[in-house]
């Protein structure tokens, strides 16, 4: 009786777990390859699909999910073990892992402190000159180090600025929502700036170099897209304005004693110039020494350094970084060479140019499209990394330029306004428990209006001129 | 068959509350309190709150642990610190419990559950807990941690679907407080009938109304016209309970379909006591079992004795 | 005036870390490579030895050798980082993680004490007994089923007791290391035993078949080989007891703790019964299914299904999995395929018989040193499995009788004692974090005079014999 108590919630539980297994199982064993592919690309496509029910659904914890990926890759794949894990790993991975660590290891020295009080030098104290002053921080700093460190470094910032102004009686949930949603947009659009700004970038380098369809470096990167992140901070900042009017014109008391907190902190110590000086030699190494080393091993060297100096212990590493994360990363990419090596990419991205070919004649317009929206629609359900690891390989494989194609679909999976899912900067704004879902609505397809138009510009203007 | 013992030592029972957010979670809180100091049981007060994406979960550690830095707390902690200030207001004759400050860094956490520590000294057991993730999933894994006797929880606005769930799942009793209004006066209202779950809720009843000074009725519902020696017999025996115990009982014997009828007597002023069901969960889960429908279909405060 | 104790302290602790890098440097801009060895496998050789010197005196915490071996490939332009990035992770790497998993996920139900206390049953109370106990039950079970596995199944056991023992086992660390060490050195003593003790045996007799040099049948094997097995086992014992010293004598109040929370935790329940079950498709999985899907992908097979199943969750295993050590494994075995692809390894395997046939002049006597000596020493460095797919060519080249070559070769490959990252086996056990790197040469040396004379006698006496 309680056992099958027991069992009947497991059911219950994991429903879209056996939903899965079941189609898996009923492609697989029932319904024969299409004339076009081969039965290694048809398997592997059956393992994608199983996932992304798994990744939407959740029944399972994610890592369980990474794990699934790879023994089925194994299983029914037809690749062997040692091959799964040549593709698991790669300089991409060793990015994701590396930037985690460094983000544990910059903001333990709590140099967030020192970077509130710069802020609120530039800004005053009028509130939109606040919102503002974030969004563009956030943004900036973001397309460097990455939208993950950033909010982990800002939170605290706005939160410690709404508990100083929260006056009973007199609600400021649009004080609260235009500096959340200023980090979080903020970081988000920056994270596109440059390769190190997010491990989408990174995943994204890496299938150029692994299908020889050419490189990018750092700067040529920076060259080409940082110009949509200097437009899109003052649109964004506008939208949010708009959106969240925030109570008070500006923030006095709240900045005043901000200040004050702040200031005891005290002189910068020389541990926090040196850390600060490991972390400026890393970002060093990434824009002049990646072409040669590769984003990951550059990390990598930062940690080490990090640990070497004793500035964080390897203990604090471990515990801030989730493992079960990079083994997702690892699967994904992983099945995404694997995808490419079948031609199960291929097969997809054949498929949807035929389908839509009636509705878009215009073939180059089409595979703009097919990438654009592919990247932003996924990148809302899955995570922005996540949606590039999977769908990058198709993109690549739709023809045209594959360095043009690859950066709008990179740059339009960053367009995970609408969910806390998306964008790392938008969960950790959601779990602060301050804003809620339908925020994310309200604000989001304003800004995703504004991406989609001024990556439009960008790619239609800009990157002529250049290439 | 006749026990001498209670099924049940009062003093070893352990009740877990389940509170959402400071406006709406008083009403649950005061009851939970109320009733667990009636039983004289252990109280445990939890708040599960929502899972970040597993995705970013790093990138939220992280903020979490800056966010202490700067003296900023989870903002389910900030619950359990109203919790406990509403305890204290709520007995304050409690000298060990007045003591007891709230501290937000003196916090256990493993694997997802974190433990607000408290002084155990003795008069006061309680328990703060903060936990993430799935609602149904989360209290069923802290009573099967805990061994709780008995989970308060407020009816929500989903609550079809969620109760459905939770009396399907959740392996204690369970105490569901839909629009349950604590200035109102109440009449206990006992279902009997003949499954072992009655001997229990009986006694619980018999508790509640001696502690609260309710009125009591006991309601026997029978599908035809005659009450078997079953029926007939098991309201008697609770009659008897009652009276050995000094309380005043009014019973009622009708006929007609159990949840149906259980729903139109309740109306709106009556508090329920009802055994669990003994149905397989399957058949539960399939047809219904009359606590899920009678909590589907009624508007008043539902005790599932299991 | 702080700053420079804060930096002249730094430099105190981690003056082995400057003597690496010292060494690193000098040997990369000064000393001039051999001119039969071209300069990336003269790098990679540099790179391992700063690694073990790094290693052995632990100036920084091993995962931040697992990265220096990483970047300094690329660094030093070994390979490219995508490549260095893909040699990390393969099968093995997927086992060490996968097996680390699947044990925090069987002491999460409380197998591991009753496991422990079914071993106790028949060891009895006595330290010595239990760790002989330990250490027979290991090589027995891993010659026939690979040490891989059988190092992860042992090792909650053996923490269980540790626990017991003591709440802080740094205190009763003679006990705690005796213990530990008991699993992975008899593991590895046993993997020798038969062809499925470990991958290395089957690529020793897919060489054979392919070099035309006849075959072995399991059971030939056995007879051969099994002996040193046995002889080893009450040498290792007295071994482990001599060197660690358990502070106890008898472990009755440990054992007494463990026989009441067992009868506290009841009978097997239902959840139990199904973490049993699934431990024991694992484990079948492992013993059948390996030579088409690896170990690496069953053990994670597994840990999907006990998350799938709710029997673990997977907080617990990313707080409690040593991922240090899977770096360092990984690192490990990344530069080991450098070592191959560059040529060092064939390099010092020649250096390696030039310099012993200078010394050595009876051919006979010269193969099976340099067999042994060889693949003693290489397999300290490389993997076993690598390092017996390097050296068996090599070896068997030479002359002679192939067959007893060939087992010298295998059972050598299985002398991995000296370090951290030499066997799974030891890999596993230092992942519990209780055992120094020190304590591997410490213990391990012993070891390898010990399988060396024991493969002495065999070799002169059993094999003749035969």
Not at chain 1, 120 to 130: D, E, Q, Y
Not at chain 3, 147 to 152: L, P, Y
């Amino acid at each position: 009786m309680h056992i099958s108590a027991d069992m009947l919630f497991w059911v219950q539980q994991k429903r879209w777990l056996l939903v899965a297994l079941v189609v898996g199982a009923i492609l697989y064993f029932f319904v024969p390859h299409p004339q076009s592919l081969g039965p290694d690309g048809y398997h592997i496509l059956i393992i994608i699909l199983m996932t992304l029910i798994l990744i939407l659904k959740e029944p399972i914890p994610l890592p369980a999910i990474a794990l699934q990926l790879i023994f089925w890759q194994v299983m029914i794949g037809g690749s062997t073990a040692n091959e799964v894990g040549g593709y698991f790993m790669n300089d991409a991975v060793f990015f994701i892992m590396g930037s985690l660590m460094l983000a544990v290891a910059i903001v333990s020295q709590g140099l967030d402190k020192r970077l509130a009080l710069g802020i609120i030098h530039l800004t005053g104290n009028k509130s939109w000159r606040i919102v503002a002053g974030f969004t563009a921080i956030s943004a900036i700093l973001s397309s460097f180090v990455g939208p993950h460190m950033v909010t982990a470094m800002m939170l605290p910032v706005a939160l410690t600025l709404i508990r100083y102004t929260s006056d009973k009686g007199r609600s400021n949930t649009g004080l609260i929502a235009a500096l959340l949603f200023s980090i979080a947009y903020g970081a988000t659009i920056g994270s596109i700036g440059t390769p190190s700004g997010g491990g989408r970038n990174v995943i994204m380098m890496n299938y150029w170099a692994e299908f020889g369809s050419g490189s990018l470096s750092y700067i040529e990167w920076m060259k080409m897209v940082y110009p949509m992140v200097l437009i899109e901070i003052p649109i964004t900042t506008f939208i949010i304005l708009k959106t969240f009017p925030p109570e008070w014109q500006n923030l006095d008391t709240a900045v005043r004693r901000l200040s004050v907190e702040v200031a005891h902190a005290g002189k910068m110590s020389a541990k926090e110039i040196f850390s600060l000086f490991l972390f400026a030699g890393v970002l060093y190494g990434w824009i002049v020494l990646s072409e040669d080393y590769g984003l990951g091993s550059i990390a990598l060297i930062g940690i080490f350094l990090f640990m070497a100096f004793g500035l964080v212990s390897w203990k604090d590493l471990s515990r801030g970084v989730n493992w079960g994360v990079i083994l997702l990363f690892g699967a994904t990419i992983s099945i995404g060479v694997q995808m490419k090596n079948t031609g199960g990419a291929a097969w997809l991205a054949e498929g949807s140019v035929n389908l839509l070919q009636n509705l878009i004649p215009n073939i180059d317009a089409l595979r703009a499209v097919v990438s654009v929206a592919l990247s932003g629609v996924l990148s809302n359900l899955l995570s922005s990394s996540a949606t590039v690891a999977v769908v990058g390989p198709v993109v690549l494989n739709l023809g045209g330029d594959p360095i043009l194609l690859g950066l709008a679909s990179v740059i339009s999976s960053a367009f995970g306004y609408f969910t806390a899912v998306a964008a790392p900067a938008c969960t950790i704004i959601y779990s602060s428990g301050l804003v809620k879902a339908p925020d994310f609505l309200r604000a989001g397809w304003k800004m995703a209006i504004m991406s989609v138009i001024s990556l439009a510009l960008v790619a239609l203007v800009w990157w002529p001129l250049l290439r | 068959m006749t026990k001498k013992k209670p099924l049940f030592d009062p003093k070893s029972l352990k009740f877990l509350t389940a509170v959402s957010s400071v406006e709406y979670s008083k009403p649950t809180l005061k009851m939970g309190a109320l009733i667990a100091s009636v039983f004289d049981a252990s109280h445990g007060v939890v708040y599960v709150g929502e899972r970040a994406s597993e995705f970013h979960g790093s990138s939220v550690n992280l903020t979490r642990t800056n966010l202490d830095n700067w003296n900023i707390i989870h903002p389910g902690l900030e619950v359990l610190e109203w919790a406990l200030q509403e305890l204290k207001k709520l007995s304050p004759e409690n000298n060990e419990l007045a003591k007891i400050q709230f501290n937000p860094d003196h916090v256990y956490e493993e694997d997802g559950r974190v433990r607000v520590m408290l002084p155990e000294e003795k008069g006061c057991r309680i328990e703060l807990v903060l936990r993430e993730g799935e609602l149904v999933d989360q209290l069923r894994k802290e009573i099967q941690l805990e061994n709780y006797d008995l989970a308060i929880i407020g009816g929500s606005q989903n609550k079809r679907h969620l109760a459905h769930s939770l009396i399907q799942y959740l392996p204690s009793s369970i105490f569901i407080l839909q629009k349950f209004n604590p200035r109102k006066k109440y009449k206990l209202l006992l279902l009997v009938d003949d499954s072992i779950a009655t001997n229990k809720s009986v006694e619980w009843g018999a508790l509640i109304a001696e502690k609260l000074g309710w009125p009591v009725r006991t309601l026997t519902v029978s599908k035809t016209k005659r009450f078997g020696a079953g029926y007939q017999g098991a309201a008697d025996k609770a009659k008897a309970y009652f009276d050995s115990r000094g309380i005043e009982v009014e019973q009622f014997f009708l006929t007609g379909d159990p949840v149906r009828t259980f729903v139109d007597f309740a109306g709106d002023n009556h508090f329920v006591i009802m055994g669990a069901s003994t149905l397989n969960p399957v058949k539960q889960l399939l047809f219904g079992s009359k606590p899920i429908k009678t909590l589907e279909q009624s508007d008043v405060p539902i005790l599932i004795v299991r | 005036m702080t700053i420079y104790i804060d930096v002249l302290f730094w430099m105190r602790q981690k003056r082995w870390f400057l003597f690496a890098i010292a060494y690193g440097l000098v040997m990369h801009f000064v000393v001039t490579p051999p001119t039969d060895l071209n300069p990336a496998a003269f790098d990679a050789l540099i790179i391992i030895s700063m690694a073990l010197i790094l290693i052995v005196t632990e100036p920084l915490p091993l995962p931040a050798i697992a990265m220096f071996m990483l970047f300094m490939q690329v660094v030093l332009g070994i390979d490219t980082a995508n490549n260095v990035a893909s040699s990390f992770m393969n099968d093995a790497v997927f086992f060490i993680m996968g097996s680390l998993m699947l044990a925090v996920a069987i002491v999460s139900q409380g197998l591991d004490k009753r496991l422990a206390l079914g071993i106790i049953t028949l060891t009895g109370h006595k330290t010595w007994r239990i760790i002989a106990g330990f250490t027979t039950i290991s090589a027995i079970l891993a010659s026939f089923i690979g040490e891989h596995t059988v190092a992860a199944m042992m090792m909650p056991v053996g923490l269980t007791l540790v626990r017991y023992a003591h709440k802080d086992p740094k205190k009763v660390a003679g006990l705690t290391a005796a213990l530990l060490f008991s699993i992975a050195y008899g593991a590895t003593i046993g993997s020798i035993g038969t062809p499925s003790g470990g991958g290395r045996n089957v690529i020793m007799m897919n060489y054979w078949a392919e070099f035309g040099d006849g075959s072995v049948t399991y059971l030939e094997w056995i007879k051969y080989v099994y002996p040193m097995v046995l002889i080893q086992i009450p040498f290792t014992v007295l071994i482990l007891l001599w060197t660690f010293k358990p502070e106890h004598s008898n472990l009755d109040s440990a054992v007494r703790k463990l026989v009441i929370d067992v009868a506290h935790a009841g009978k097997i329940k239902g959840r139990e019964w199904l973490a049993i079950f699934l431990f024991v498709l694992v484990f079948l999985g492992w013993v059948f299914l390996s030579e088409d899907f690896g170990l690496g992908i069953i053990a994670l097979l597994g840990v999907f299904l006990y998350l799938a199943f709710g029997l673990v969750e997977w907080q617990e295993l990313n707080r409690k999995t040593n991922w240090g050590v899977i770096l360092l494994f990984g690192a490990a075995i990344s530069i080991g395929i450098q070592m191959n692809e560059t040529g060092a390894a064939q390099w010092i395997a020649q250096v390696i018989i030039t310099n012993l046939g200078r010394v050595i002049d009876s051919p006979a006597v010269l193969q099976g040193s340099v067999s042994v000596l060889l693949t003693g020493i290489m397999s300290n460095i490389l993997s076993s499995s690598a390092t017996v797919a390097v050296v068996g060519p090599i070896v068997l080249d030479l002359g002679g009788d192939k067959i007893l070559i060939g087992y010298a070769t295998a059972i050598a490959s299985a002398f991995g004692y000296f370090t951290a990252v030499a066997a799974p086996a030891c890999t596993i056990i230092y992942s519990s974090g209780l055992v120094k790197s020190k304590d591997f040469l410490r213990a391990g040396w012993k070891m390898g005079v010990l399988s060396l004379v024991s493969l002495l006698g065999l070799s002169l006496i059993w094999w003749p014999l035969l």
